[in-house]
């Protein structure tokens, strides 16, 4: 949509990218406050990371491919669940390829115009996770808001 024709509303379409681990709750409570604020649509977004590809057979390909996407299923429907059940208009989807590339890319074919994202406190370079976020927060054309997820060390 050309910005010409936007709402002046901020935040009426929120890009919630999920890994699926127990600590990204505190990004979807995030995300659902502001969602519920703004009276906001949420696209809760699994990405298949294929890097993890390059040193699989190609016969293990297809299985893993199975298992990961049976991940991003159940980590999109748990997160969206949580949205529904506080109110939130919510769509999920699934993408593969580089977790920081998909997440940008769809931030344009969703329309949204913030990223809610977690990102774990630490040494960036060996988390995946933190160098994602890094990534988004250089690249992505939108705000993008991370919440630090607080694990058991």
Known sequence: MPESERST???????????????????????????DRRDAAVHVLYVIDDRAFLTLDDEMKDEVLSELTGEGEAATDRAATRLREAGIDVTTGIR???????????VGSADADLVAMGTRRGDYANSMVGSVSQEVVARAPVPVLTVNLVTEE
Do not use: H
Not at 14 to 30: E, K, N
């Open 96 to 106: 593969q390829g580089d977790p920081a590339d998909e997440i940008v890319s769809c």
């Open 9 to 35: 509303e901020m935040f009426e379409r929120i890009l919630l990218p999920t890994d699926g681990a127990d600590s990204m709750d505190a990004v979807v409570r995030t995300a659902a406050d502001i969602a």
